[in-house]
């Protein structure tokens, strides 16, 4: 509901600048997912995300190798094995398959942490160069291209690859 009030109240503001006989609108647009994925700051935060999943994955693996294994030793010694023996096997698989979803629950949450973090990051360090961009050139409004609400604009007020050139260049 926010953001339906949001984009109306944009809209009502671009219209009010547009009428106004005195004011020049000069509007641009910035695709912000192309410049994370394009700039050099932005691959290297991706990069070390990317990282980060590998590694959980690969614990994660580990964690469900040991608990595949506990269950195959259970089902071929299910038979051969004393009660307490079976009694304690069958603990010790509930006790991994909870550290496994314990393990699934915290990875999840520290790789989004880690994403919002870095992605965070980043939009502090490109703001100031959409905002250089946009006072150089003349802007009235800049949007977010694709979490504005705009379904088309023309490519030549498309100010992303000065951005990532520029910001590549600061960084």
């Keep these: 509901m926010k953001r339906i009030v949001l984009k109306s ?12 006989a005195t ?9 912000i997912q192309r410049v994370v994925t394009e700039s050099d700051a932005g691959k290297e935060a991706l990069r070390k995300l990317q990282q980060l999943q590998d590694a959980k994955i690969a614990e ?13 030793q259970l089902s071929k010694q299910r038979l051969t094995l004393a009660e307490d023996k079976l009694i304690e096997l069958n603990k010790q698989i509930e006790d991994k398959g909870i ?14 942490d880690a994403r919002r973090k870095a992605l965070g990051d980043l939009e502090q360090k490109i703001l100031p160069v959409i905002d250089t961009v946009g006072k150089e050139k003349g802007f009235t ?11 088309y604009a023309d490519d030549s007020v498309d100010i992303t690859d000065d ?6 260049t600061a960084q």
Excluded: P, W
């Design 9 to 20: 109240f944009v809209f009502a503001a671009v219209m009010a600048l547009a009428t106004t």
């Design 23 to 31: 004011a020049q609108v000069k509007i641009a647009i910035i695709d």
């Design 60 to 72: 994660g693996r580990s964690l469900q190798e040991e608990l595949d294994g506990l269950r195959d």
């Design 99 to 112: 550290e496994m979803k314990r393990f699934q629950d915290d990875a999840q949450r520290e790789l989004d």
């Design 141 to 151: 409004l800049i949007f977010n291209k694709f979490q504005s609400g705009l379904v």
């Design 163 to 168: 951005v990532i050139l520029r910001f590549n």
